[in-house]
């Protein structure tokens, strides 16, 4: 069966990170999503080849010059079809292409307009440049990672861009295009970063508030200062990461470590904590990484071994629930979530900018005459199909 989006059309608009990853969740979800390159190649960085392109996987690509009028004309025509539009340029560039939501949703009065931004829409950082670390510094949350006396540490890019930015986005047009199924009109969504992450945030700023949470990096219950919730390194220089706060994985914990729960201090008597981590930190010192994993094993201790890249997908669990899936020659995680009636799947392996130039303007209704101006013009690409 088709995805759970099949028949949705979702224009993206040429962009690095959040965006295209939201565009890529929905086209694992089916929808049909068509993303504008850039008919002249930018300077990005080390290029990616398509195939390890995985924010690109499942979409197919027309490349135009939206400096050209021809070219702006002609995404319009892709506007006027679409479903769902995103964008992740700094706040004005899309109006100033002739493609912000005024000139989109005049023309197509059902589309919900996404928007992908660091800082938002507006306000006093609205034109600033920015990047994950620089969201979770102003929102409070990179404060509060890391360990104790030591520097905040960044959470790689996953907790702005992705967890507070795509995540957000993707949610957020889903819900527009549900309420436009209902009302006809389409609507803008504006998903910023720095509000995405202070809103993961909402529980520790609610401890906070409470006195439950201390200003200090590592002396709280999930951020490493607990010493039943967090890493420890093994006897072979590997890593095992434990989560026991209920009282009876605790119980479980110890006794896979061979302590007496009843010689030990509360487990929650945080003026202990230190000298505790640092006892457990012996114990797990005895043993290798997988000995302690045949240790636990069978026991509620909220235990697991620290895997590297190359060790999860060959991983027991993870081969069993197919997380990863070979596609296109290499290995992919595969589309989350899973659907029972209408899966999500990998049906198309990330396109050349241009790749479908021609294809897709025919068939979201653009006129032959039209395709062959913007060839004569030079504003728009068609790439051959990459060899994989």
């Not at 949705?8 to 990170?17: D, M, T």
């Not at 949703?105 to 928007?115: C, E, F, S």
């Not at 991983?315 to 009636?341: I, L, N």
Request: glycine share 10%.
């Amino acid at each position: 069966m088709p995805g759970p989006l099949s028949g949705v059309h979702v224009l993206e608009l040429p962009a690095i990170g959040p965006a295209p990853f939201c565009g890529a969740l929905l086209a694992d979800m089916g929808a049909d999503v068509v993303r504008i390159d850039r008919a002249a190649p930018v300077d990005l960085g080390t290029p990616v080849p398509p195939r390890f392109d995985f924010y690109n996987r499942n979409k197919r690509s027309v490349a135009l010059d939206l400096k050209s009028r021809l070219a702006v004309e002609a995404a319009l025509q892709l506007v006027r079809h679409a479903d769902i539009l995103i964008e992740g340029f700094r706040p004005g560039v899309a109006e100033r292409l002739g493609l912000g939501p005024d000139e989109c949703l005049a023309i197509n009065p059902r589309l919900v307009y996404g928007r992908m931004t660091g800082w938002g829409q507006d306000g006093p950082l609205a034109q600033a440049v920015g990047h994950d670390i620089n969201y979770l510094a102003l929102s409070g949350a990179l404060h509060c990672i890391g360990e104790n006396r030591r520097p905040p540490v960044p959470p790689l890019n996953l907790a702005a861009d992705l967890g507070g930015g795509a995540m957000y986005l993707a949610v957020g047009v889903l819900a527009a295009l549900t309420e436009a199924r209902v009302s006809g009109r389409g609507q803008v969504v504006d998903a910023a970063m720095i509000d995405g992450v202070a809103n993961l945030m909402s529980a520790f700023s609610a401890f906070r508030q409470m006195g439950e949470w201390t200003d200090e990096r590592g002396e709280n219950i999930v951020d490493g200062g607990a010493p039943f919730y967090g890493t420890y390194e093994t006897r072979d220089g590997n890593y095992v990461a434990v989560g026991a706060i209920e009282g009876r994985f605790y119980q479980a914990l110890t006794a896979g470590m061979g302590l007496d729960p009843g010689q030990l201090p509360p487990q929650n008597d945080r003026t202990t904590w230190p000298q505790l981590r640092e006892r457990f930190a012996e114990i797990f010192k005895t043993r290798t990484r997988d000995e302690w994993v045949a240790a636990m094993a069978g026991r509620d201790a909220c235990f697991s071994p620290v895997l590297n890249l190359d060790e999860a997908p060959v991983h027991e669990h993870m081969r069993a629930r197919k997380v990863f899936s070979a596609f296109d020659g290499v290995q992919h995680p595969s589309p989350a979530p899973r659907f029972g009636r209408t899966p999500a799947a990998l049906r198309r392996p990330a396109p050349a900018p241009g790749q479908h130039s021609a294809e897709v303007l025919a068939e979201w209704g653009v006129d032959a005459a039209d395709i062959a101006a913007l060839k004569r013009a030079g504003a728009m690409l068609q790439a051959e199909t990459p060899e994989r």
